[in-house]
């Protein structure tokens, strides 16, 4: 069984508790003793050595240890961006204005059925090895962009080649509900059938998603037809998420705890009973802080507000072609400190632990304990805390997926 360690770690930073209210626990001058792909034992850098001597080991140079990334919102299966809508967006249109006039998920949908399965799967590939340059070792990752059996399939399959084949865990969701596709605007019930009826069981049937995720909004899919699908989609053993809340107070977020939602996700318009019944039934809110930013929208998530009442809130990119593209959870983490108010502590937990929970992952990755999975990025700063103050850059030293180095010093590499 192969054991690796890693010694000289100026400090190993860590949440603690399975679910974290962003209490942090810091060690010094550490070394990680690594067996099997998991954490095996820390203690001090020359005890640890000293013990096992003849264990192969990687310096790290007196630099600073955190569990990787989890990113538990992205869109990262799509074919074009969406550039031209961003200069519309800066010109003074806004999302639904956009949406109406054939642009968004829709045109996204447009693109994605013209390419090929190889040319959606070369391209996602290149997008995902960016997740982990920004230490991102796992995500969820959302169909959404083929919204017809054969693409929501197709998007599904990419996903699914892609998690055998590079050094990221994703976990997949089917979201054929993300939109009403262009030939189903006039008869939205019929595609909510074709949903329910065709999608979910053939998504079910070839074990491609582990999550079905609806997105309840104004002018997409109403409440009740979200409720169908989520019930639907439990009864072929599809765990429900959902993008609630995010332009209007819609009632999504009491829907999520109505269905019994693993998390609600973007939650910009939530209402305070919709925080109440969530805090309730565990659903952990999934918040996304690039989106408002990138959306020029002046609201944010009420992250504050949930934390005072105890919930455990989690962050995400929210990648995808038109109202977040970036891979960057450091930059989620100064956008939530600046905008929101997290401090660093809760915003790592929140990047960390609480995102793990969010995907069903808990007990498994998120934090640097003995029989966790050796998920671990080795940063290049003194103290956790410049992760929000010093934004735009890339702190990243080494990057390690089951105890194995996939990025170092910033070049990505496959090492042996």
Request: charged share 25%; hydrophobic share 40%.
């Amino acid at each position: 069984m192969r054991e690796i360690i890693f010694y000289n770690i100026g400090k190993v930073i860590t949440p603690l508790g399975t679910l974290a209210y962003g209490e942090l626990h810091e060690s010094t001058d550490q070394a990680i003793r690594v067996v099997g792909g998991k954490i095996h034992s820390q203690g001090d850098s020359n005890h640890i050595l000293a013990e096992h001597p003849n264990v192969p080991g990687i310096d790290c140079e007196g630099k600073t240890m955190i569990p990787a990334f989890v990113d538990p919102h992205t869109h990262p299966v799509f074919w074009k961006t969406r550039q031209a809508e961003f200069k519309m967006r800066l010109q003074g249109k806004d999302y639904e204005e956009i949406a109406e006039a054939g642009g968004g998920i829709r045109n996204s949908v447009r693109a994605f059925r013209e390419a090929s399965y190889e040319q959606i799967l070369e391209i996602t590939r290149e997008r995902l090895e960016a997740f982990y340059h920004y230490g991102t070792l796992t995500l969820e990752a959302k169909s959404g962009y083929g919204l017809s059996l054969e693409d929501e399939i197709k998007a599904l399959e990419v996903i699914k080649v892609l998690s055998d084949e590079l050094p990221l865990t994703i976990v997949p969701t089917f979201l054929g509900a993300h939109e009403i596709p262009d030939e189903y605007r006039d008869k939205p019930d019929r595609y909510v059938d074709i949903v329910i009826n065709e999608m979910i069981p053939m998504v079910a049937e070839k074990k491609l998603a582990k999550f079905c995720d609806v997105f309840c909004e104004k002018n997409v899919f109403s409440v009740e037809q979200s409720e169908k699908i989520l019930n639907a989609a439990k009864e072929h053993g599809l765990r429900p998420k959902i993008h609630a809340d995010e332009l209007n107070p819609f009632g999504g977020a009491e829907l999520a705890a109505r269905v019994g939602a693993i998390s609600a996700d973007h939650l910009i318009e939530v209402s305070d009973k919709g925080i109440e019944d969530m805090q309730k039934s565990g659903v952990i809110p999934v918040l996304l802080p690039a989106t408002t930013f990138f959306l020029r929208k002046k609201k944010y998530a009420p992250a504050r507000k949930m934390i005072e009442r105890g919930m455990v809130v989690s962050l995400s990119t929210d990648c995808n072609p038109g109202s977040s593209f970036s891979e960057s959870l450091p930059m989620i983490i100064s956008l939530a400190a600046v905008q929101m108010k997290l401090t660093a502590a809760e915003a790592l937990s929140a990047v960390t632990v609480n995102a793990a929970v969010a995907i069903d992952r808990g007990g498994k990755i998120g934090q640097l304990v003995a029989g966790y999975q050796a998920d671990v990025v080795i940063w290049d700063m003194a103290d956790y805390r410049e992760l929000p103050y010093h934004y735009g850059v890339n702190l990243v030293s080494k990057v390690v997926k089951r105890g194995k180095p996939v990025v170092q010093r910033r070049i990505l590499g496959n090492v042996s």
